[in-house]
């Protein structure tokens, strides 16, 4: 808007460094990559990549892939959830989460 301040910038020289959900983003492209190197899908994401839209809103872009790549990583998921995997705690399960393994490794 023409009467918002802009402390001394343009509004033009905005970058995605300035926006939390770049490193959201970049964090959760890192986990996914590190996971993915683990299980030996490295080479069937070359696309994978942090990127953040215009609201400054972080995304993990996976990029096309064929479909046995597909489906090598719906099987890679539903092992992990027979193995008893939760998403969240809320269930009282002592099941692993991503986010906290890659926070251990920082």
């Given at each position: 808007?023409?009467?918002?301040?802009?402390?001394?910038?343009?509004?033009?020289?905005?970058?995605?460094?300035?926006?939390?959900?770049?490193?959201?983003?970049?964090d959760a492209t890192t986990a996914l990559r590190d996971v993915l190197v683990r299980a030996g899908l490295e080479k069937d994401f070359p696309y994978l990549r942090a990127d953040v839209n215009a609201f400054g809103h972080g995304l993990?872009?996976?990029?096309?892939?064929?479909p046995a790549t597909a489906e090598r990583l719906a099987e890679l998921l539903r092992l992990a959830l027979a193995s008893g995997y939760r998403r969240d705690g809320n269930d009282g399960s002592h099941g692993s989460s991503i986010a906290e393994e890659h926070e251990g490794r920082a």
């Open positions: 808007m023409p009467d918002e301040p802009t402390h001394g910038r343009d509004a033009a020289a905005w970058s995605p460094l300035d926006s939390d959900g770049w490193y959201a983003a970049r993990v872009d996976l990029g096309r892939v064929p």
